[in-house]
């Protein structure tokens, strides 16, 4: 499976951005997929995450209301919908594919990543 993030770009704080991740291959409908996040200096985060079927959702307590992870299997896409951004959200987001489907929350469950695409919320 090879991923393709997109979507990043400069943004004001308060204000909204859709990250993409475009997946290959015809398994995509049965892998849970995640965002995670990486800021300069840091350790990668977990942000978001979902599962093959939808009807599971994690988030990271720092995005809980603020995004929203979906997923569109047709169309072999994964999807977080950043509202309400705060300088604190700037970091190189990555989407990851998860074999179990499951849509885990710790980086080491997932199989598959993308390449990242940068955000970043100035003040």
């Known amino acids: 499976v090879q991923l393709q993030a997109s979507g990043g770009g400069l943004v004001q704080a308060g204000g909204s951005l859709r990250l993409s991740c475009a997946a290959s291959?015809?398994?995509?409908?049965?892998?849970?997929m995640g965002w995670f996040r990486q800021a300069p200096g840091k350790e990668r985060e977990f942000v978001a995450a979902i599962s093959w079927d939808t009807r599971n959702t994690n988030y990271a307590d720092s995005v809980k209301g603020r995004f929203a992870i979906s997923r569109e299997n047709a169309k072999n896409t994964v999807y977080l919908q950043m509202n309400s951004l705060k300088p604190e959200d700037t970091a190189v987001y990555y989407c990851?594919?998860?074999?179990?489907?499951?849509?885990?929350?710790?980086?080491?469950?997932?199989?598959?990543w993308g390449q990242g695409t940068q955000v970043t919320v100035s003040s």
């Open positions: 291959g015809r398994t995509f409908s049965l892998y849970g």
């Open positions: 990851a594919a998860d074999r179990l489907g499951l849509g885990a929350t710790q980086a080491s469950e997932y199989d598959y």
